[in-house]
């Protein structure tokens, strides 16, 4: 579409040209150029070319296939929003009330969760790997079956959080919270194949 939106513009143009002849030897006058605009306009091309274009981008953005970009979503009020299935990359959630905030199978990768209240999320599925968890708030949160692996979660709060089939590889939590999450620990992540309590580091029971 928009290669035949270039070839209309060019005929446009061509004819235009051809329908007022100007001296090779000079620069075109800025009466000349308002002349070939004005000819263009009247042949409907301007407008053929730009609705094509707005098309164009309506139709990218419709099939979801536009580039997602990181926003910033720092000490707002969340609570309940959802955003399951959603790209959510390198995102910025700090400081963020998002209690009881849907996140189901989301892409969190790189996101910062730095200091939000996570409080019954449904974090079930999520990929949370790199991503900010410090002094977070998890508490009843769901995290069955997320990947956390390489997260940041020093001082976040896990209390009553469902860790079942959770990754864990590599993640830096306070030895208090290992302990308490080894309690809880069971099941294996469907996607990295990795035993929870074994990401966790938990002695042999």
Excluded: H
């Amino acid at each position: 579409m928009t290669l035949a939106c270039q070839l209309v513009c060019v005929y446009g143009c061509v004819n235009a040209m051809n329908s007022r002849p100007m001296n090779d030897t000079s620069f075109w006058s800025r009466n000349q150029f308002a002349a070939l605009l004005k000819s263009l306009y009247k042949q409907g091309i301007i407008f053929s070319c730009a609705f094509l274009w707005i098309g164009v981008f309506w139709a990218v953005g419709w099939a979801g296939f536009a580039p997602a970009l990181a926003d910033d979503y720092n000490s707002e009020f969340l609570v309940g929003a959802d955003f399951s299935e959603q790209v959510l990359t390198d995102s910025s959630f700090t400081r963020a009330n998002l209690r009881g905030t849907n996140f189901k199978n989301a892409d969190l990768r790189g996101v910062s969760f730095f200091g939000a209240n996570l409080e019954g999320a449904n974090l079930e599925g999520a990929n949370l790997s790199g991503a900010t968890l410090d002094t977070a708030r998890l508490t009843a949160a769901n995290l069955k079956n997320a990947v956390l692996e390489g997260a940041f979660a020093f001082n976040a709060k896990f209390d009553g959080a469902i860790i079942d089939g959770a990754d864990f590889t590599d993640v830096e939590v306070r030895q208090d919270a290992q302990m308490l999450l080894c309690k809880a620990a069971r099941g294996t992540n469907p996607v990295t194949q990795r035993k929870t309590r074994d990401t966790l580091n938990c002695p042999e029971s």
